[in-house]
T-cell receptor, first 110, second 113 residues
Framework: KNEVEQSPQNLTAQEGEFITINCSYSVGISALHWLQQHPGGGIVSLFMLSSGKKKHGRLIATINIQEKHSSLHITASHPRDSAVYIC????????????FGKGTHLIIQP | EPEVTQTPSHQVTQMGQEVILRCVPISNHLYFYWYRQILGQKVEFLVSFYNNEISEKSEIFDDQFSVERPDGSNFTLKIRSTKLEDSAMYFCAIQGDWNTEAFFGQGTRLTVV
């Protein structure tokens, strides 16, 4: 069974700061997902990675398969980025669904 | 327009009652999932559904739970006799294939009283 650990659990930063959220997992995976959960509870997919790096606007996600580690970066952070960021991993085949981390609660202060 | 819509958004039910949570994907996907999130905890896998049958289920998904895709579009989760500890946010998720992006519904907040 995969264990997914995220750090930090809570992060408060000032607007404009560069943010890094880390995720590590214990067992080899087929894909890693970064998700964003808003205060109302809805979950939005940000990235799906199986190798390398992806960028979307101010968000960058990287993964190191050998190290079993991924990072989510937010450049020029803004108060609207305040949310819970969740790392989830999937094994090959899709039957087992995703295994989730506990999430990182991010607050960006103006 | 969201890829998947869940109804209802919030349901309050008496302990012992049956509830049905519904999920409607916008387009064709191969994999369907139900997850739940108890307040303050992480999201947990309940069940996966592929090719019109259960593919995998977790320990949480016991005999009181069932899933169906009765008409080829709606995907339902039924809880036969709800318990207080079933109170949680329930998310439906879909994937076009196992190694593609996952789309989540907005969730159904179930409160058992």
């Amino acid at each position: 069974k995969n264990e997914v650990e995220q750090s930090p659990q809570n992060l408060t930063a000032q607007e404009g700061e560069f943010i890094t959220i880390n995720c590590s997992y214990s067992v080899g995976i087929s894909a890693l997902h970064w998700l964003q959960q808003h205060p109302g509870g809805g979950i939005v997919s940000l990235f799906m990675l199986s190798s390398g790096k992806k960028k979307h606007g101010r968000l960058i996600a990287t993964i190191n398969i050998q190290e079993k580690h991924s990072s989510l970066h937010i450049t020029a952070s803004h108060p609207r980025d305040s949310a819970v960021y969740i790392c989830a991993v999937g094994s090959g085949g899709g039957a087992d669904g995703l295994t989730f981390g506990k999430g990182t609660h991010l607050i960006i202060q103006p | 327009e969201p890829e998947v819509t869940q109804t209802p958004s919030h349901q309050v039910t008496q302990m012992g009652q049956e509830v049905i949570l519904r999920c409607v994907p916008i387009s064709n996907h191969l994999y369907f999932y139900w997850y739940r999130q108890i307040l303050g905890q992480k999201v947990e896998f309940l069940v996966s559904f592929y090719n019109n049958e259960i593919s995998e289920k977790s320990e949480i998904f016991d005999d009181q739970f069932s899933v169906e895709r009765p008409d080829g579009s709606n995907f339902t989760l039924k809880i036969r006799s709800t318990k207080l500890e079933d109170s949680a946010m329930y998310f439906c998720a879909i994937q076009g294939d196992w190694n593609t992006e996952a789309f989540f519904g907005q969730g159904t907040r179930l409160t058992v009283v």
